[in-house]
């Protein structure tokens, strides 16, 4: 059985940092393309940051320099370290796990960045 966990969501000041994690089972880790996405309210999930198998990372614009994804095989785990957090940051991110036609998700971890 497959099973994408999130943790490390809560809620932050502005300008604050979380760190994300999202430990996988049930896949052989090392083959997946792995990503987190957010989604708010009424809104389609987006992508946050992927890393691909290879290490190779991608980010969306508004968090480009401000969000950091890595991954770590021998535990199968994804992070995303979040800095200098906005108020627009506040939503549910999900954990994504993409190899050929196969695509897991995590039930998602809150975050709410608020003063």
């Known amino acids: 059985q497959v099973q994408l966990v999130e943790s490390g969501g809560g809620l932050v000041q502005p300008g604050g940092s979380l760190r994300l994690s999202c430990a996988a089972s049930?896949?052989?880790?090392?083959?997946?393309?792995m990503g987190w996405y957010y989604q708010t309210p009424g809104k389609q999930r987006e992508l946050v940051a992927a890393?691909?198998?290879?290490?190779?990372?991608n980010y969306a614009a508004s968090v480009k320099g401000r969000f950091t994804i890595s991954r770590d095989n021998a535990k199968n785990m994804v992070y995303l370290q979040m800095n200098s957090l906005k108020p627009e940051d506040t939503a549910v991110y999900f954990c994504?796990?993409?190899?050929?036609?196969?695509?897991?998700w995590g039930r998602g971890t809150q975050v709410t960045v608020s003063s």
């Open positions: 994504n796990a993409v190899f050929a036609s196969q695509n897991f």
């Open positions: 049930g896949i052989i880790f090392r083959f997946y393309d």
């Open positions: 890393i691909t198998r290879d290490g190779a990372t």
